[in-house]
């Protein structure tokens, strides 16, 4: 039985049995950063979702924001919804930086067989985002009855740009405001809303938050709640998020936790040490912001009597991001008041309110990323793994355990479709559609296992294909590199000289599945730019 393809949509409203559905998206967050992954930060409601569901601790994305929305969103893999790179337009198919309309999104399905769709957040998957037009890829046009967001990828928290309701562009309302806040607000407002005026439908509910990503935007209650928190440095709060994955038996204990990155030096020689702190609390304010919304979302649902039957999942774009601003201070002007927010990582500026605009670094990425190597653009795991929650009272009793199944996000559609009893269409509003990528997770919901064996992943020349217990991947433009992932997941002890069949084997897939997705050599694309002057 292959991916979950069924031939068309049809609708069947009514009765009640089929759940809402909501998929709560965060940018730019590691593996163990959660509370219930082994992180410092208060997660209680993520946590609660957690203990009252599933953890899953092989769940992947795509290393990077906009591919990782795109597949989501169509069960594709980014290629062939042609986000294969970012929303930049490369004038190759792949590469055109716009979701393409032989793709259909899970608001368009759900729609199509009787659910309300809403959406609030963040979409950046198109290229068009100018008030003018087009909009034949914005929210509304994709499936979603309602939208608030912001279009495109990140933004200050306190102005953002490109701030939308539906197809209007709107400013940031006056008084305090906080866009972490606000996408928390406009899904609870979804939610009564639904409750109140469409109760006989059931829902599908995207939340797709900023936070994590850069800037490093919080309150300053918020930032007060870690002082302290992070003082022990990146290399003890490594072995101690270690342990507790090992203790929750997220990871295996003989697995070795990978070593510190090398462009970084050991937290007993950083240098400036107050301000290094104080970036990884601001990070960590901007998830328990994040937490305290989705906990607001929750009790929306409990109060208007539907949180037994939604399913709710949780999951990051891609893993931590180790982007540097440059430490040279440049100047731009965006708050309304014409005050000058000062731009990259200048260690006499310490982060936090809205006239900074800087990011976390290299070493806390690499806490955020614990055990494993790498970060958000690679596709070893650090890059691609992500913490996957899964909460529905009513359709999983075994609450509190973990999957270990291999998963990856072409199966959030196919999941959702399944469970909603809705078909793939072949076609959608005269356009032939692409075959479906994704396996339904219903079966490992209820413990009865998975029937996917190959996952693959290419981003930005960086490319993996898995095939049980082997992993085969490179780092742009290295060679390949063979791991045993029951043995070593944190990608320690390369076996391709070892084993040169299963290289074979393995590279012989990943080329299979690229030619059939309209991957293209990362060099072609490198070219292809030089040549239309945009290298």
């Given at each position: 039985?292959?991916?979950?393809?069924?031939?068309?949509?049809?609708?069947?409203?009514?009765?009640?049995?089929?759940?809402?559905?909501?998929?709560?998206?965060?940018?730019d967050?590691g593996?163990?950063?959660?509370?219930c992954?082994?992180?410092?930060?208060?997660?209680?409601?993520?946590?609660?979702?957690?203990?009252?569901?599933?953890?899953?601790?092989?769940?992947?994305?795509?290393?990077?924001?906009?591919?990782?929305?795109?597949?989501?969103?169509?069960?594709?893999?980014?290629?062939?919804?042609?986000?294969?790179?970012?929303?930049?337009?490369?004038?190759?198919?792949?590469?055109?930086?716009?979701?393409?309309p032989?793709?259909?999104?899970?608001?368009?399905?759900?729609?199509?067989?009787?659910?309300?769709?809403?959406?609030?957040?963040?979409?950046?998957?198109?290229?068009?985002?100018?008030?003018?037009?087009p909009?034949?890829?914005?929210?509304?046009?994709?499936?979603?009855?309602?939208?608030?967001?912001?279009?495109?990828?990140?933004?200050?928290?306190?102005?953002?740009?490109?701030?939308?309701?539906?197809?209007?562009?709107?400013?940031?309302?006056?008084?305090?405001?906080y866009?972490?806040?606000?996408?928390?607000?406009?899904?609870?407002?979804?939610?009564?809303?639904?409750?109140?005026?469409?109760?006989?439908?059931?829902?599908?509910?995207?939340?797709?938050?900023?936070?994590?990503?850069?800037?490093?935007?919080?309150?300053?209650?918020?930032?007060?709640?870690?002082?302290?928190?992070?003082?022990?440095?990146?290399?003890?709060?490594?072995?101690?998020?270690?342990?507790?994955?090992?203790?929750?038996?997220?990871?295996?204990?003989?697995?070795?936790?990978?070593?510190?990155?090398?462009?970084?030096?050991?937290?007993?020689?950083?240098?400036?040490?107050?301000?290094?702190?104080?970036?990884?609390?601001?990070?960590?304010?901007?998830?328990?912001?994040?937490?305290?919304?989705?906990?607001?979302?929750?009790?929306?649902?409990?109060?208007?009597?539907?949180?037994?039957?939604?399913?709710?999942?949780?999951?990051?774009?891609?893993?931590?991001?180790?982007?540097?601003?440059?430490?040279?201070?440049?100047?731009?002007?965006?708050?309304?008041?014409?005050?000058?927010?000062?731009?990259?990582?200048?260690r006499?500026?310490m982060?936090g309110?809205?006239?900074?605009y800087?990011?976390?670094?290299?070493?806390?990425?690499?806490?955020?990323?614990?055990?494993?190597r790498?970060?958000?653009?690679?596709?070893?795991?650090?890059?691609?793994?992500?913490?996957?929650?899964?909460?529905?009272?009513?359709?999983?009793?075994?609450?509190?355990?973990?999957?270990?199944?291999?998963?990856?996000?072409?199966?959030?559609?196919?999941?959702?479709?399944?469970?909603?009893?809705?078909?793939?269409?072949?076609?959608?509003?005269?356009?032939?559609i692409?075959?479906?990528?994704?396996?339904?997770?219903?079966?490992?919901?209820?413990?009865?296992?998975?029937?996917?064996?190959?996952?693959?992943?290419?981003?930005?020349?960086?490319?993996?294909?898995?095939?049980?217990?082997?992993?085969?991947?490179?780092?742009?433009?290295?060679?390949?590199?063979?791991?045993?992932?029951?043995?070593?997941?944190?990608?320690?002890?390369?076996?391709?000289?070892?084993?040169?069949?299963?290289?074979?084997?393995?590279?012989?897939?990943?080329?299979?599945?690229?030619?059939?997705?309209?991957?293209?050599?990362?060099?072609?694309?490198?070219?292809?730019?030089?040549?239309?002057?945009?290298?």
């Amino acid at each position: 039985m292959g991916p979950y393809s069924d031939k068309d949509i049809s609708p069947s409203l009514g009765d009640g049995s089929r759940p809402n559905i909501i998929v709560i998206l965060n940018d730019d967050m590691g593996f163990s950063d959660l509370g219930c992954y082994g992180g410092e930060i208060n997660t209680p409601n993520l946590n609660r979702l957690a203990s009252g569901g599933l953890r899953f601790s092989q769940f992947y994305n795509t290393a990077r924001c906009c591919p990782s929305r795109a597949s989501l969103l169509t069960g594709l893999h980014p290629h062939q919804a042609d986000v294969g790179h970012m929303t930049d337009d490369d004038g190759i198919d792949g590469y055109l930086g716009d979701l393409n309309p032989n793709t259909v999104t899970i608001a368009e399905a759900l729609g199509a067989g009787g659910y309300r769709t809403y959406m609030s957040g963040k979409w950046h998957v198109t290229r068009h985002i100018s008030p003018e037009g087009p909009n034949h890829n914005w929210p509304c046009q994709r499936g979603f009855d309602s939208y608030y967001g912001i279009l495109t990828g990140a933004s200050s928290y306190f102005h953002p740009k490109t701030l939308t309701r539906n197809n209007k562009r709107i400013d940031t309302p006056p008084g305090e405001y906080y866009l972490t806040d606000a996408i928390s607000n406009e899904a609870v407002i979804q939610v009564e809303q639904h409750s109140l005026g469409h109760s006989e439908k059931p829902f599908f509910q995207y939340v797709a938050y900023t936070a994590p990503h850069w800037p490093l935007h919080a309150h300053p209650e918020d930032i007060e709640n870690y002082r302290g928190r992070f003082d022990r440095g990146w290399d003890k709060l490594r072995e101690e998020r270690m342990e507790r994955l090992v203790s929750e038996g997220i990871i295996q204990s003989d697995w070795q936790l990978s070593p510190r990155d090398q462009s970084q030096t050991s937290w007993g020689d950083a240098e400036d040490k107050a301000w290094q702190v104080r970036r990884m609390e601001v990070y960590a304010a901007q998830i328990e912001r994040m937490d305290r919304g989705i906990g607001r979302i929750i009790e929306a649902l409990e109060v208007t009597g539907q949180l037994e039957n939604t399913l709710i999942m949780f999951l990051a774009d891609n893993g931590g991001c180790a982007e540097e601003f440059p430490t040279m201070r440049t100047t731009e002007t965006v708050t309304p008041d014409g005050r000058v927010v000062q731009m990259g990582n200048d260690r006499k500026v310490m982060p936090g309110s809205e006239l900074t605009y800087q990011s976390y670094g290299v070493p806390w990425a690499n806490v955020s990323n614990t055990p494993f190597r790498e970060y958000k653009h690679w596709v070893h795991e650090g890059g691609i793994a992500t913490p996957f929650i899964a909460h529905w009272p009513q359709g999983i009793s075994d609450s509190g355990n973990l999957r270990h199944e291999p998963a990856q996000l072409p199966d959030i559609m196919a999941t959702c479709l399944d469970i909603a009893k809705v078909n793939y269409p072949e076609t959608f509003r005269g356009q032939d559609i692409q075959p479906h990528e994704g396996y339904s997770l219903a079966s490992v919901f209820t413990g009865a296992g998975f029937e996917r064996e190959v996952l693959t992943w290419e981003h930005e020349g960086n490319r993996a294909v898995r095939k049980g217990r082997w992993k085969l991947v490179t780092k742009y433009p290295g060679g390949w590199e063979l791991y045993d992932i029951e043995r070593d997941r944190t990608e320690l002890k390369d076996l391709a000289s070892e084993h040169p069949e299963v290289v074979k084997e393995l590279s012989g897939l990943y080329q299979h599945w690229a030619d059939r997705c309209g991957v293209k050599p990362w060099d072609e694309i490198l070219q292809l730019r030089k040549d239309q002057g945009r290298a």
